[in-house]
C-alpha cells in the first residue's frame, strides 16, 4: 500500500470516529432531553392532579369557603382581587408584592440549610466510606442526631446561636444532612469492585480512586439526595422561621392564621410549593445534563 493510501486510510478511521463520537453525543442528549421531559411530565401531571383533589376534597366534604380556600380563591386574591379600604383589603398587586418578599426570605434560608447539610453529608459520606472506624464511632451520634425530633431541639439550637441566618443554618442543614448521607454512602458503596481494583493495580490511592471512580460512580445516588432535599430544605426554613427567627414565609403564615386571613394563609402555601416545584425541576434539568456527561449509563436505565 502506497503511502497516500496510508494516509487515505488514516483520515477514513479519524472521519469514522468522529462520526461516532458525534452520534454518541447526539445519543447522550437526546437521552438526557428524555428524561428532563419525564421528570417535568411528572411534575405537571402532579401538579393537576393535586388541584383536583383540592377542589373535590373542598366540595366532597363542604368546608366552608371562609377558610377552605380553592385554587379560584387562591388565583383572585393574587391576580384579580380590588382593594376594599372599608374590610381592609388589598388588591392583587399588593397582595403579591407583600407574599413575594417573604417568599425571597424564604428562598435564601431554604438554600443557607439545602447548601450547609448538603456539603456536610457529602464530606462527612467519604469519611465514612474511606475509614470503617469513623463510620462506626461517629454514626450512632449521626442517628441520634435524627431520631430525636427537630421541633424540640430548635429551642436549644436558638439558644445557642440566636435568631440569625447561623440559627437558619444548623436548622436546615440538620433537615437535609440525614438522608444526603445515606443515599451518598449507598451510591459511593455501590461502586462496581473490578475498577476501585483496576485504579489499585495502577498505584492509585484512596483519594485518586475516590475522585476518579467513587464519586463518578456515585452521580445518581448524588442527584437522588440534592432533590429529595429540596422539600427538606423548605420544610426546615419555614420550621425556622415558623420557630425561631420571626421572618419569611412561615412567620407570614403564623401572623396571618393568628388574623384569620385564610386567603394569605392559602396563597403563601401555594406560592412555597410552587417555589419547591420549581426547585426541584431545576436541580432535576442539573441532574439530566451531568449525568449525561458523566453517567450516561443511568440515563438510558431510566426508560
Not at 425571597?104 to 431554604?110: F, K, S
Not at 426541584?280 to 451531568?290: K, L, M, T, W
Given at each position: 500500500m502506497?503511502?497516500?493510501?496510508d494516509?487515505a486510510?488514516t483520515?477514513?478511521?479519524?472521519?469514522?470516529?468522529?462520526?461516532?463520537?458525534?452520534?454518541?453525543?447526539?445519543q447522550?442528549?437526546?437521552?438526557?432531553?428524555?428524561?428532563?421531559?419525564?421528570?417535568?411530565?411528572?411534575?405537571?401531571?402532579?401538579l393537576v392532579?393535586t388541584?383536583?383533589?383540592?377542589?373535590?376534597f373542598?366540595?366532597?366534604?363542604?368546608?366552608?369557603?371562609?377558610?377552605?380556600?380553592?385554587p379560584?380563591?387562591?388565583?383572585?386574591?393574587?391576580?384579580?382581587?380590588?382593594a376594599?379600604?372599608v374590610?381592609g383589603?388589598?388588591?392583587?398587586?399588593?397582595?403579591?408584592?407583600i407574599l413575594?418578599h417573604?417568599?425571597?426570605?424564604?428562598?435564601?434560608?431554604?438554600l443557607?440549610g439545602y447548601?450547609?447539610?448538603t456539603?456536610?453529608?457529602?464530606?462527612?459520606?467519604?469519611?465514612?466510606?474511606?475509614?470503617?472506624?469513623?463510620?462506626?464511632?461517629?454514626?450512632p451520634?449521626?442517628?441520634?442526631?435524627?431520631?430525636?425530633p427537630l421541633i424540640?431541639?430548635?429551642?436549644?439550637?436558638?439558644l445557642?446561636?440566636?435568631?440569625?441566618v447561623?440559627?437558619?443554618?444548623?436548622i436546615?442543614?440538620?433537615?437535609?444532612?440525614?438522608?444526603?448521607l445515606i443515599?451518598?454512602?449507598?451510591g459511593?458503596?455501590?461502586?462496581?469492585?473490578?475498577?476501585i481494583?483496576?485504579m489499585?493495580?495502577?498505584?492509585?490511592?484512596?483519594?485518586?480512586t475516590?475522585?476518579?471512580v467513587?464519586?463518578?460512580?456515585?452521580l445518581p445516588?448524588?442527584?437522588?439526595?440534592?432533590?429529595i432535599?429540596v422539600p427538606g430544605?423548605v420544610?426546615?426554613a419555614?420550621?425556622a422561621?415558623?420557630?425561631?427567627?420571626?421572618?419569611?414565609?412561615?412567620?407570614e403564615m403564623?401572623?396571618?392564621?393568628?388574623?384569620?386571613?385564610?386567603?394569605?394563609?392559602?396563597?403563601?402555601?401555594?406560592?412555597?410549593?410552587?417555589m419547591?416545584?420549581?426547585?426541584?425541576?431545576?436541580?432535576?434539568?442539573?441532574?439530566?445534563?451531568?449525568?449525561?456527561?458523566?453517567?450516561?449509563?443511568?440515563l438510558?436505565?431510566?426508560?
Open positions: 502506497s503511502p497516500v493510501d494516509h486510510t483520515a477514513d478511521d479519524h472521519a469514522t470516529t468522529a462520526d461516532i463520537h458525534a452520534i454518541d453525543r447526539s447522550l442528549r437526546s437521552e438526557a432531553y428524555a428524561r428532563l421531559a419525564r421528570n417535568l411530565g411528572s411534575v405537571l401531571i402532579s392532579a388541584l383536583a383533589l383540592w377542589e373535590g373542598i366540595k366532597i366534604y363542604h368546608l366552608q369557603p371562609i377558610i377552605a380556600k380553592s379560584i380563591d387562591i388565583y383572585h386574591y393574587l391576580v384579580t382581587a380590588h376594599d379600604k374590610h383589603l388589598r388588591d392583587a398587586a399588593g397582595n403579591r408584592q413575594f417573604y417568599l425571597g426570605r424564604t428562598a435564601g434560608d431554604a443557607i447548601a450547609v447539610g456539603v456536610i453529608a457529602l464530606v462527612v459520606a467519604v469519611l465514612f466510606v474511606s475509614n470503617r472506624t469513623v463510620e462506626q464511632t461517629f454514626m451520634l449521626a442517628l441520634v442526631g435524627r431520631c430525636v424540640a431541639m430548635v429551642p436549644l439550637i436558638t445557642i446561636f440566636g435568631r440569625s447561623l440559627c437558619v443554618a444548623v436546615g442543614g440538620i433537615v437535609c444532612f440525614f438522608p444526603a443515599n451518598v454512602m449507598f459511593l458503596r455501590a461502586t462496581p469492585r473490578s475498577s481494583d483496576l489499585t493495580s495502577y498505584g492509585a490511592g484512596k483519594a485518586t475516590m475522585r476518579k467513587l464519586i463518578p460512580s456515585a445516588s448524588i442527584f437522588a439526595s440534592l432533590r432535599n430544605a420544610v426546615g419555614l420550621l422561621e415558623f420557630l425561631a427567627t420571626g421572618a419569611g414565609s412561615g412567620a403564623q401572623n396571618a392564621l393568628n388574623q384569620f386571613d385564610y386567603g394569605e394563609l392559602w396563597s403563601a402555601v401555594v406560592l412555597v410549593t410552587l419547591s416545584i420549581l426547585a426541584y425541576s431545576v436541580v432535576s434539568a442539573i441532574e439530566a445534563g451531568v449525568l449525561a456527561r458523566f453517567a450516561p449509563e443511568s438510558g436505565g431510566a426508560r
